[in-house]
């Protein structure tokens, strides 16, 4: 079923608290796109620049308030060398030229995942962008860069056995709060959408402690072909959807019938 983009953005039919608050995007399909064109796959991960940056200004517009895109995944290592090379050099480069307009259109950078094996300089301009940006009030933008959901819960459990070791916590008292206080964007909203561009239908590892209620959305556009249009049809998608929370969906027309 393909949802028209004015159901989105037209304000008498949908209010903003329909409208999902986190949004999480893996961004699937750049180096297929570029085969597609008997183009090298890395031209198909800097054309994707250009989709994140529509993806940005959609969610400005719509007003959500957080975006977590899937850059660099803690197996995308495994991808041959130039690219993986490339990959790098084209982070470092979006991270030099376009903080300074996130900055101007208020946007918060936050870069999420395992950095230490990023080169030194690719640490220090994260860094300057977390700094620049750290005050902003619009849009949150995270960037899963050398990120997996595994990585992240094990990052939480290391902290709880720390705080299990100095004897500031006592392991029956371990909640599922306590966790996630430790889970990357504990300040945030969990993703309400999880969107997966290119065809594939999995997760990949990716905020598998986030995300487990969240509604996933899976398109065969391939990232850099993912515009305004194809966003919109995702978002239309999500707010026609009944989310229940493990209730049943009487309860649900219930609870919004006495708000």
């Known amino acids: 079923m393909e949802y028209s983009i004015f159901m ?11 409208l999902p608050k986190h949004v999480a995007i893996i961004m699937d399909g750049n180096g297929r796109w570029a085969q597609a064109k008997n183009r090298p796959r890395v031209y198909g991960h800097k054309k994707g620049v250009d989709a994140v940056r529509h993806s940005v200004q959609f969610c400005t517009k719509l ?12 197996e995308n290592w495994h991808r041959p060398e130039d690219e ?21 259109n208020n946007v918060k950078l936050t870069i999420i995942g395992d950095l230490s094996r990023f080169s030194e300089a690719l640490r220090s ?18 960037v899963a860069a050398n990120y997996g ?4 819960m094990t990052n939480a459990a290391k902290q709880i056995a720390k705080q299990v070791a100095a004897g500031a916590l006592n392991p ?29 239908l999995r997760i990949s590892n990716f ?21 305004e249009a194809a966003f919109a049809d995702a978002i239309a998608c999500y707010v026609a959807r009944e989310r229940r ?10 609870l919004l019938a006495e708000t």
């Not at 989105?8 to 329909?18: E, F, G, M, R």
């Not at 929370?245 to 219930?254: D, L, W």
């Open 8 to 18: 989105v953005l037209n304000a008498d039919k949908i209010s903003q608290q329909c």
């Open 63 to 74: 007003k959500i308030e957080s975006l977590t895109l899937f850059a660099f995944s803690s």
């Open 84 to 104: 993986v090379s490339t990959l790098m050099e084209l982070f470092l480069y979006v991270l030099s030229k376009e903080v300074k307009k996130l900055h101007k």
């Open 125 to 142: 301009k994260v860094d300057a962008a977390h700094q620049l940006t750290a005050n902003n009030t619009g849009l949150q933008l995270n």
């Open 149 to 152: 959901g595994r990585w992240d």
């Open 172 to 200: 029956d008292d371990i909640t599922e709060q306590d966790i996630a206080a430790h889970m990357s964007m504990h300040d945030q909203a969990e993703p309400d959408l999880l969107i997966r561009t290119g065809g594939d």
């Open 207 to 227: 905020l598998l402690w986030q995300a487990a209620y969240a509604e996933l959305y899976f398109t065969d556009t391939l990232w850099p072909d993912f515009n």
């Open 245 to 254: 929370f493990g209730c049943t969906g009487e309860q649900i027309k219930q």
